[in-house]
């Protein structure tokens, strides 16, 4: 249609300031829009119901995994101990032994262990055992085991009461019989560590019902 100048003028600035208003606008109602979606009440405590059952399943294996990943690094450390014995034995062309912690029960082998040169090949480290100097020929002391820290850990012996030597040529020596097994278990889980008649030793997973 005609319109005379003033009008149109008037008229094409109110079309103006609409499609300005229109474009300001539809973003904040976009926005508005999109801050609505969300989880409802229910959506939420299913998730969350969900998500508590998945951990309850998970946690049992976790545990276990953690338990047996303990059981691990406390074999070796004791693998390391026989192992270290009977090359030092070789090393020194004098008997080694690896004994338990005196006032301790009978293989009861958690509560710690004492390396030493057994010169007299008795298995007795003796009064006057030296702990720092082992260039002469007397007893000394090679490495000291703690007590472990770990909770509900217990290593047991079958053979070894209370000590294992070796002698120069590597074999190990006890009483009653030379060769022997280590159990360590935490629960109903364990890794045994065996020595052979020839004094090599090796960590095996312990059979089924050999940890209480």
């Known amino acids: 249609m005609d319109l ?87 090393m020194r062309g004098v008997n080694v032994t690896l004994r338990i912690t005196d006032g301790t029960p009978d293989r009861v082998w958690e509560q710690g262990w004492i390396m030493f040169t057994d010169w007299g090949a008795n298995a007795t480290p003796g009064s006057n055992i030296d702990a720092g100097d082992c260039a002469n020929e007397e007893n000394c002391i090679l490495q000291r085991r703690d007590a472990t820290s770990v909770t509900g850990l217990t290593i047991r012996s079958n053979n070894y009461r209370r000590w294992v030597s070796f002698d120069p040529s590597g074999r190990p020596r006890s009483a009653p019989l030379a060769n022997g097994t280590f159990t360590l278990c935490i629960g109903d889980q364990g890794r045994q560590v065996i020595v052979n008649v020839t004094g090599r030793a090796r960590v095996q997973e312990a059979p089924s019902s050999t940890c209480p």
Request: hydrophobic share 45%; glycine share 2%; proline share 3%.
């Open 4 to 90: 005379d100048p003033l009008t149109a003028i008037v008229y094409n600035n109110y079309k103006d300031s609409q499609q300005y208003t229109h474009s300001i606008l539809r973003p904040i109602a976009v926005i508005e829009k999109d801050y609505t979606k969300g989880f409802t009440i229910v959506e939420l405590m299913i998730t969350l119901f969900v998500a508590a059952i998945l951990v309850a399943l998970a946690a049992p294996s976790f545990n276990r995994l953690l338990v047996d990943n303990r059981l691990t690094t406390e074999a070796n450390l004791l693998l390391s101990s026989l192992q270290t014995a009977r090359s030092e034995a070789a």
